[in-house]
Each structure stands twice: as C-alpha cells, then as structure tokens.
C-alpha cells in the first residue's frame, strides 16, 4: 500500500508558478513591441546607442518566450568591455 505525505505538498505553488509564466510572457510580448521602435531606427541612431541593425534582428530571432532587450543591454555591455580593453 501506498502512503503519500500530503503535508509536505504546497498548495498554490502550481498558481504561482503559472502567474510567473503567464508574467514573463507578457514582459516579453512588450519587449518585441519595443523592438519594433527599434527596429524602424536609421543605422546611425541605432549606432548612437550602441547597436547595428543585424543586432535588431537578431534579437528579435531569439526564442519567443525570451525577453529580447534582454539580449541587445547583453550585446551593447560586452560592446563596451572590448571597447574599454582595445579588443573591438
């Protein structure tokens, strides 16, 4: 027979973590709308902000659930480490 300890189990863990999910969908939906701002830049306004318009499509080619700006702040700080270090 089988004994299933019922206590150690939380309740509402399961909502939690279907809110966070459902969150972080949504957080990541605005950010491809913002990318769409980006997107419609000349070259030399996206170069101001450290960025090339190749950077933009390739941020918007990462997995749907990802947050894309994510990706791009990422990009422009390694950008400016090399920078900083004479590499780029």
């Not at 939690?16 to 769409?36: F, K, P, S």
């Not at 701002?37 to 499509?57: F, N, T, Y």
Request: with cysteine; glycine share 10%; hydrophobic share 45%.
């Amino acid at each position: 027979m089988a004994v299933f300890d019922l206590g150690a189990a939380r309740p509402g863990r399961g909502w939690q973590r279907a809110i966070g999910a459902w969150a972080r969908l949504v957080r990541a939906a605005r950010a491809r709308r913002e990318m769409a701002v980006l997107a419609q830049l000349s070259e030399g306004e996206l170069k101001d902000i450290g960025l090339r318009p190749d950077d933009v499509a390739n941020a918007l080619a990462q997995p749907y659930g990802s947050d894309p700006t994510h990706y791009l702040a990422d990009l422009v700080r390694e950008r400016r480490r090399l920078a900083r270090c004479g590499r780029f």
